[in-house]
């Protein structure tokens, strides 16, 4: 992980920072980390929006597991 250190923040952006950590339950830290990984497109929340719309049009899979395939394979190959 790197890291950064941003100098002359607006009072008013560290305020609503730590208002919005506080109400999280989380450091103000978490909080601004949160808010450049979301300016830069990789929001977790984003993310997961996401991959299950992509879940959604695959599909669930099957029943079938690989240990069902390959007990299925060994039963074949018995006398």
Same mark, same amino acid.
């Given at each position: 992980?790197?890291?950064? &250190?941003? /100098? ?5 952006? #560290?305020?609503?920072? $730590? @208002?919005?950590?506080?109400?999280? =339950? ?15 497109? &990789?929001? /977790? ?5 996401? #991959?299950?719309?992509? $879940? @959604?049009?695959?599909?669930?899979? =099957? ?17």
């Amino acid at each position: 992980m790197g890291q950064i &250190l941003i /100098r002359n923040i607006d009072a008013a952006v #560290l305020a609503a920072l $730590r @208002k919005r950590a506080a109400a999280s =339950g989380t450091s103000t830290e978490e909080q601004a980390r949160r808010a450049l990984a979301k300016a830069v497109g &990789l929001d /977790r929340d984003d993310a997961v929006r996401r #991959l299950d719309e992509i $879940r @959604k049009a695959i599909g669930r899979p =099957g029943d079938e597991s690989v240990v069902a395939d390959l007990r299925r394979d060994r039963r074949r190959d018995e006398p």
